[in-house]
Nanobody, 120 residues
Framework: QVQLVESGGGLVQAGGSLRLSCAAS????????MGWFRQAPGKDRDFVAGISASGGATYLSNSAKGRFTISRDNAKNTMYLQMNSLKPEDTAVYYCAAGTTIATLGQGYWGQGTQVTVSS
């Protein structure tokens, strides 16, 4: 089992940047595929980015491509999401997730979420 804790959210102006972190407990972090999702008020939770267990493969949603970067440090049991050129439509609660594959991330473990608010 793994416990996930997100941090780094906040209020930022459009065009600004934030880096989210997801700290994981347990000794098996390096065996999990990890990812970020987000949920805006009244909307479904959507996939944003994913990263393989080794960090060798990354996946980004169309809305994240060119602006967001996902990375992980297995020695620190931590995953990151660097978000640049933020837009008001990026406003959402961001969740990290751990699972066995990118396709099954939603069936694994979740953090409690961190709020990101982008003002225009």
């Amino acid at each position: 089992q793994v416990q996930l804790v997100e941090s780094g959210g906040g209020l930022v102006q459009a065009g600004g940047s934030l880096r989210l972190s997801c700290a994981a407990s347990g000794r098996t972090f390096s065996s999990y595929t990890m990812g970020w999702f987000r949920q805006a008020p009244g909307k479904d939770r959507d996939f944003v980015a994913g990263i393989s267990a080794s960090g060798g493969a990354t996946y980004l949603s169309n809305s994240a491509k060119g602006r967001f970067t996902i990375s992980r440090d297995n020695a620190k049991n931590t995953m990151y999401l660097q978000m640049n050129s933020l837009k008001p439509e990026d406003t959402a609660v961001y969740y990290c997730a751990a699972g066995t594959t990118i396709a099954t991330l939603g069936q694994g473990y979740w953090g409690q979420g961190t709020q990101v608010t982008v003002s225009s």
